[in-house]
């Protein structure tokens, strides 16, 4: 568990990676392993694959990867990590690691869309029922969880139309029926929701996003205090061969000592920038928790400790699809592009009908990443480009 005594800008700037004796420094070493070497057979057969004090194989990790894998479980509040090759791998480990025909998996309606689409999957072709719920549902999830049902998804809050679930009714409910929560956690980056307080159960989150900052690796993390849950979740990434690059693990480690200083600023120009976006005539309503339009905003108040650079914004239903998208190709210092996190301002449209079982919004939804330049200058590149709306 986590250091209490410590705040989290200590812990990320905190490594226990031990260097050779006689080469200490701060970075830790990139290990390149696919073969393990051993001394003799006898340390072959007595060495274990789940042992992170040694290793066995370079699939199962490496000094490298053990180093990273500790310091999430600190950063998160949990005991145990195992990485993956991206967040939606993540994810499918979850999955596969706790459900077998005949099981139930709930899953919010507002989730990341391959999430859904994965549980669509199970459903389809491996015997499992996947069922959405209302993400507001609260402890009315009580009534919907089934004898059967093995694992129950959230999302805080659903990172395109961002309503903030009771993530602790939820849990309380779940926990009533023995039932595992697991929790995608990348848009407050394990700095602003401390999930494992709230009684979260599993932990995901893509590091692709806040951990790496720099647009540039693809990976995953999944975070439990539980040693039996992370037992069965180690089983998957053992038998699906979760590996991930010592490279991209190096370059994860390189970003966390600025993760929070980063997502701050991230976090304080996108309140800049939608507070701007309020006031403006164009926008029906800002899907940023930290504002009263956003369902679930007093939730976010009474759970959350920060907000990060993701939110999004409903037009007002008079401008048609076409409109929005010229307004999103007339940014200039904002790129269209998926994913976020990273160090430049994005803008991206989506088609809510087509992604939700239910949807009542009748305006165009756009979702803005928020860099790290500077918020006025993301404001007048807003301000120029609405001028095509006309
Ligand atoms: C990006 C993202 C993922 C998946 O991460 P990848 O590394 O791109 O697979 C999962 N959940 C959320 C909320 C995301 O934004």
């Known amino acids: 568990m986590a250091d209490d005594s410590k705040s989290l800008q200590t812990l990320l700037t905190t490594t226990d990676y031990r260097p050779p004796e006689g080469f200490a420094a701060f970075p830790t070493a990139i290990h390149h392993a696919s073969t ?13 694959w789940q042992d992170k004090t ?11 990867t053990f180093t990273l894998e500790a310091r999430l479980a600190e950063i998160e509040g949990g005991r145990h990590c195992l990485l993956a090759p991206s967040g939606l791998a993540a994810i499918a480990m979850i999955d596969l690691a706790l459900l077998a025909a005949g ?15 994965l549980a669509n999957w199970l459903q389809k072709d491996f015997g499992i029922t996947a069922r959405f719920y209302d993400p507001l549902v609260g402890e009315g999830i009580a009534e919907l969880i089934r004898p059967n049902t093995k694992l ?9 139309s961002m309503e903030v679930p009771d993530i602790p009714a939820i849990c309380r409910a779940a ?17 602003a929701f401390r999930a494992f307080d709230h009684g979260v159960d599993i932990v995901m989150q893509a590091l692709t996003k806040y951990h790496s900052g720099g647009s540039d690796v693809l990976m995953g993390a999944v975070i439990t205090a539980d040693q039996a849950l ?18 991209d693990t190096y370059l994860v480690l390189r970003g966390l000592p600025t993760m929070k200083l980063r997502f701050d600023a991230h976090d ?8 701007w976006l309020k006031a403006r005539p164009e926008i029906a309503k800002v899907l940023h928790p930290a504002f009263d339009d956003c369902p679930g905003h007093a939730i976010w108040r009474r759970d959350f400790t920060g907000a990060g650079g993701l939110f999004s914004v409903l037009f007002h239903p008079q401008y048609a699809e076409e409109q929005t998208d010229s307004f999103i190709d007339s940014l200039k210092l904002f790129k269209i592009g998926y994913s976020w996190g990273g160090a430049n301002s994005l803008a991206v449209p989506y088609r809510m009908a087509s992604m939700r079982s239910r949807w009542d919004e009748a305006g165009q939804l756009v979702r803005l990443n928020i860099g790290l330049e500077d918020p006025d200058d993301l404001i007048a590149d ?6 095509s709306l006309a």
Request: glycine share 8%; aromatic share 6%; hydrophobic share 45%.
């Open 152 to 160: 129950i998804w959230t999302e805080a809050p659903g990172s395109v």
């Open 382 to 387: 807003i301000a120029q480009a609405l001028h």
């Open 230 to 247: 992370h037992r069965r979740i180690e089983m998957a990434h053992m038998r699906l061969g979760m590996g991930v690059s010592a490279d």
């Open 54 to 64: 040694s290793y066995t194989y370079g699939l199962h990790g490496t000094p490298t």
């Open 103 to 117: 099981d139930d998996l709930m899953v919010p309606d507002n989730v990341y869309n391959p999430n859904r689409e």
């Open 268 to 275: 304080a120009a996108a309140r800049k920038v939608a507070a």
């Open 175 to 191: 926990k009533a029926r023995g039932v595992p929560v697991a929790l995608d956690n990348t848009w407050a980056a394990g700095l």
């Open 36 to 48: 393990v070497l051993f001394r003799n057979v006898a340390a072959l057969r007595a060495r274990h």
